[in-house]
């Protein structure tokens, strides 16, 4: 079963602080993507990256940029953290590109 | 534009009735098309996908070309079919594009 682990289920930040969110996935998968949940706005899509060292932007990157160094871990910054910034936020990966996603718990971001 | 409505916030249905989550989908080309669950505490999972025809958990959702629709059905509800219900769209560039989501209760 592919397990896609996120670093933290709940963080507590300050405005102005960088702040990084970890993903890690156990099944080799090719695509991973960080997305925003909020209440009636659904899943946003911030960044994906298709392959090692390769990044995208989604829908609202603003505010955020991405590593992914190694083919398993996808890194999401925050570089200066801002109260708007609290969500959760949700770690996914595939295999392929019109294959289901997998998803982490989520990290529940609240910027005080 | 490509976009996926899911026009329902909320949707209550009592214990054996039937249920349909609706989805509607802006997509000039064959769409992908996905529903995924996600029950109180727990991650958010795959519930099926449009070329697979297949039922999980009593669940079916047929792709209506002419419509733009996925609606996700099911003949009868069960307590534990309470959760929210995303349906996403695959247009081909790697993003996938969701909807806002419908939360589905059942009452007993």
Not at chain 1, 71 to 86: G, M, P
Not at chain 1, 88 to 97: I, P, R, V
Not at chain 2, 66 to 83: R, V, W
């Amino acid at each position: 079963d592919v397990k896609v682990t996120q670093s933290s289920r709940y963080l507590v930040k300050r405005t102005g602080e960088k702040v990084f969110l970890e993903c890690v996935q156990d099944m080799d998968h090719e695509n991973m993507f960080w997305y925003r949940q909020d209440p009636g706005l659904g899943l946003r899509l911030i960044y994906f990256s298709y392959d090692v060292k390769m990044k995208e932007k989604g829908d609202i990157p603003e505010g955020y940029s991405v590593s992914r160094e190694k083919k398993e871990r996808f890194s999401l910054i925050l570089e200066s953290a801002s109260t708007n910034q609290t969500s959760m936020y949700l770690c996914a990966s595939s295999w392929g590109q019109n294959q289901p996603q997998h998803f982490g718990d989520g990290t529940r971001l609240s910027i005080l | 534009a490509q976009r996926v409505t899911q026009p329902e916030k909320l949707l209550s249905v009592f214990k054996g009735a039937p249920v349909e989550l609706k989805c509607n989908y802006s997509y000039s080309g064959s769409p992908e098309l996905f529903w995924y669950v996600q029950y109180s505490r727990q991650r958010l999972q795959l519930l099926l996908r449009h070329i697979s025809r297949e039922s999980i958990k009593g669940f079916t959702a047929d792709l209506n070309k002419g419509e733009t629709s996925f609606h996700l059905k099911k003949p009868f509800a069960q307590e534990e079919d309470s959760a929210m219900y995303y349906c996403a769209l695959y247009p081909g560039t790697y993003k996938y594009i969701f909807g806002t989501g419908t939360r589905l209760k059942v009452l007993a």
